[in-house]
Structures are given as C-alpha cells and as structure tokens.
Nanobody, 116 residues
C-alpha cells in the first residue's frame, strides 16, 4: 500500500507563510488524484484542493486566494503554500492519494498552528 509522508507543519505567526509537502511512496504518474484536506479544531475535514491528473487544480470553497497547490510527479509529491496565514488556518492538514479504481489513502496529517 502506498505511504504518504507530510512535512512542513508547525507554529506560524499570523501574516506569515507556510509550505507543506507530501511525498508518496508510489508513482503519482498514473491515474492518481492527489489532494490536500484540512481539519480545523471542532470542524469536519474539508477539501483544500484536488490536483488532477491533467494538471488542473480544483480548490475547495474555503481555500481560494491565499492558497496555492502544486504537483510534482517527478518527485511523487504535492505542495501547499499558504500566504498571509490567519488563525483560522490552524488545523491538521492531510494529504490524500487516490488511484482511480482503488480506495484512497490518507497521510498521517501535519499540524499547523497559527498564533502569535
């Protein structure tokens, strides 16, 4: 089974920026949709963005403007950059690997805390 390793979380001051990365143990060059999700305290997990195989990035409703997601199939990775972070960006960010026709696999999550 594919394994996902997320990195880049931690404590960030409001107004700063952060970059999260997720690397898969298997190729993302097949029919794989890579995604970022976020679970904020007391809330359900929500979509940040889907990285589609054709290169399109589809953002969730709460992740527009300050969020930038990129995909690097050469490194089997996706990245999430958030600019001008706000306290409401606090949460656990999860990577998801979905090879079409198979069950999706989740990473263990990386905690982001936005606080001064």
């Amino acid at each position: 089974q594919v394994r996902l390793v997320e990195s880049g979380g931690g404590l960030v001051q409001p107004g700063g920026s952060l970059r999260l990365s997720c690397t898969a143990s298997r190729s993302t060059k097949e029919d794989v949709v890579m995604s970022w999700y976020r679970q904020s305290p007391g809330k359900e997990r929500e979509l940040v963005a889907n990285c589609l195989r054709d290169g399109r990035i589809v953002y969730g409703s709460s992740a527009k403007g300050r969020f930038n997601v990129s995909r690097d199939d050469a490194e089997n990775s996706i990245h999430l950059q958030i600019a001008s972070v706000k306290p409401e960006d606090t949460g656990v960010y999860y990577c998801r690997y979905h090879l079409l026709g198979y069950q999706a696999v989740w990473g263990q999550g990386t905690l982001v805390t936005v606080s001064s």
